[in-house]
């Protein structure tokens, strides 16, 4: 009996040790699925399950019909599975700004950022403090429809209070409302006022239904509105160091981990949300993205903002995630100085330009003859780029498309002024002769 408990010790020591691994192997792929090592295995379970399958809902049983890539799309979003409802969204009061009769109920169709404010506060607040408010839906249709509430908001905005326009576009007045809302106000309208008086559309970023996290943090949204000749930040993104690393790496990266966890091992490059919004390093998230910018490089000549110094620490916490002291300030005394340069070739421009005001040589209209264009292009389009380009790391915008363009439109402003001085000239010697004779 005692050789038999022997012989067989092994084979129950084998046993065992069979179903400790088979146990250890199960509890491993559940800590596997429920943690994941990146968050693409959460991700990947998330999207195996919709949280609207088999939903008696009427709103849902309606629009499976109806609009059902809306249903599809909302069923597998991060709101579906918490369980806020379409009508958390949707519903409200007969009398509510902007609510329309529905189905025995009355709707927003678009929910204004009043509706996410309720859920998302903090978030709002900052948009609201950003150039994507207010100030974007300005640019091109100025003041004058807001309310006396909404542009004291507007004049206390960092933006709002350095370039207080109170004038439509130029641009937008000359092109027309036909085609103006598929081009300024396309983009623009991210700071839009609602009825209801709050401001901006927040799916504008956030696209519906999904809000996704992936979606709003990859710089392809970014690119719906930053991209083009007068704000490339896009194509200045792409051929830059990082985004190179973003476009040949970027699939391996964690888009999922939730807000204010961020860190190098699930970006080890930045992409547009990192550096302007995102928590990272020691700088917490924000909605404002100019929170972390020390110029404003979108004016005709870039001045300071106000809290510079602050902003600056901001972005440079999220810089030395990555990169040594010595360089980040090499960096910012190099980008500074370019800044300033570039500043002064706007400056030429002005100069060019005003005796040809002061002397009345240019009409008061805009746009109206070729050499406000140039003296626009100078700024607007070459200017910017060469600042973004500096700033964003892009050499070839930097240079060809930013400071190369401004020296070719200074030599053809001095061109067309000595023109038109000396028709000027040529007329006062018409004038003068023919009195003398």
Known sequence: MKYRRMKDAPKTLIAGLAATILVLGLALTILAIGLGSSSKERESLRFRVNALDGSKDKCVRCHRDVTPGIIEQYGHSSMALAGVTCRDCHETAPDYPGAIAHEGSHILSE?????????????????????????????????????????????????????????????????????????????????????????????????????????????????????????????????????????????????????????????????????????????????????????????????????????????????????????????????????????AWVREGNAVVEPLQEGGLLTAEPFDEPIDFVLFELWHHWGRTAKFGVWMQGPDYTQWHGAYEMLSELAELRQMAKEKLAERDRKRAETKKDGSS
């Not at 970027?250 to 699930?266: N, S």
């Open 111 to 343: 929910p204004s950022s009043a509706r996410c404010a309720r859920c998302h506060a903090q978030e709002t607040a900052q948009f609201n403090q950003s150039r994507h408010g207010l100030p974007a839906y300005v640019a091109y249709a100025g003041t004058k429809k807001l309310s006396p509430e909404l542009l004291a908001t507007y004049e206390n905005i960092p933006e709002g209070g350095y370039r207080p326009e109170k004038m439509r576009s130029a641009l937008f007045a000359k092109e027309g409302e036909e085609v103006a809302r598929f081009a300024c106000r396309s983009c623009h309208d991210v700071g839009r006022p609602a009825p209801d008086g709050s401001v901006g559309n927040c799916s504008k970023c956030h696209l519906r239904h999904e809000f996704s996290l992936e979606q709003a943090r990859k710089p392809e949204t970014c690119n719906a509105c930053h991209i083009g000749p007068d704000h490339p930040q896009w194509e200045i993104y792409q051929e830059s160091y990082h985004g190179i690393a973003y476009m040949t790496g970027g699939h391996r990266w964690h888009w999922e981990v939730e807000p204010g966890r961020l860190g190098v091992k699930d970006f080890p490059a930045p992409t547009c949300a990192i550096c302007h919004m995102s928590g990272f390093g020691a700088s917490g998230t924000s909605h404002d993205v100019g929170d972390r910018l020390a110029w404003y490089l979108f004016a005709p000549i870039s001045e300071r903002r106000p809290s510079w110094q602050d902003n600056r620490a901001r972005m440079q916490n999220v810089c030395r995630e990555c990169h040594n002291e010595r360089f980040v300030n090499d960096f910012y005394a190099g980008a500074d100085a370019a800044t300033e340069r570039i500043n």
